[in-house]
T-cell receptor
Framework: AQSVSQHNHHVILSEAASLELGCNYS??????LFWYVQYPGQHLQLLLK??????LVKGIKGFEAEFIKSKFSFNLRKPSVQWSDTAEYFC???????????FGAGTTVTVRA | EAGVAQSPRYKIIEKRQSVAFWCNPI?????LYWYQQILGQGPKLLIQ????????DSQLPKDRFSAERLKGVDSTLKIQPAKLEDSAVYLC???????????FGPGTRLTVT
């Protein structure tokens, strides 16, 4: 079974700062990769996903993530955060062709105005 | 399109009592998932349905948890009897097929006292 590790539990930034959240997974086979976001008081929603092709994936709200297969990583980035990016971010992985989604513990991002 | 609906949103019960949660997935989604999210952790899959059949319930504590999906649409998750460690948010998700993007409901926050 695959496992997912998110490096930071809580990140605090000022507006306009750059954001990078780390995600590593342990699984030797082909994977699908996801980042989900949960804004305060809202439900989990998909930010971006990687199935195949270009390892640099662009998602909603200016977020992007890069899949580095050799490092088993799928880090999330945003060049300039806004106060509205305050949320909890979850990395998730499933083995290709498998349904079972494994989530990391999440990173809480607080953006100060 | 309407999202995944869940009720109730909050529930407080005493240990050894029973509780039930309801989920209505997005119309046309064949696959339905129940997750448990304990504070500070990522969601953990409890059970997955494909139409009205169980695909995976390997992480469902079957001595106290049960779930059903009648007619392949709505689903209920029941806990009987509840324990203190069952305090968590119970998330329902659905997807069009068994792999790929999952759409999450708002969750039910259960507190067991």
């Amino acid at each position: 079974a695959q496992s997912v590790s998110q490096h930071n539990h809580h990140v605090i930034l000022s507006e306009a700062a750059s954001l990078e959240l780390g995600c590593n997974y342990s699984y030797g086979g082909t994977v699908n990769l996801f980042w989900y976001v949960q804004y305060p008081g809202q439900h989990l929603q998909l930010l971006l996903k990687y199935f195949s092709g270009d390892p640099l994936v662009k998602g909603i709200k200016g977020f992007e993530a890069e899949f580095i297969k050799s490092k088993f990583s799928f880090n999330l980035r945003k060049p300039s955060v806004q106060w509205s990016d305050t949320a909890e971010y979850f990395c998730a992985v499933n083995a290709r062709g498998d349904y079972k989604l494994s989530f990391g513990a999440g990173t809480t991002v607080t953006v100060r105005a | 399109e309407a999202g995944v609906a869940q009720s109730p949103r909050y529930k407080i019960i005493e240990k050894r009592q029973s509780v039930a949660f309801w989920c209505n997935p997005i119309s046309g989604h064949a696959t339905l998932y129940w997750y448990q999210q304990i504070l500070g952790q990522g969601p953990k899959l409890l059970i997955q349905f494909q139409n009205n059949g169980v695909v995976d319930d390997s992480q469902l504590p079957k001595d106290r948890f049960s779930a059903e999906r009648l007619k392949g649409v709505d689903s209920t998750l029941k806990i009987q009897p509840a324990k203190l460690e069952d305090s968590a948010v119970y998330l329902c998700a659905s997807s069009l097929t068994g792999v790929g993007e999952q759409y999450f409901g708002p969750g039910t926050r259960l507190t067991v006292t």
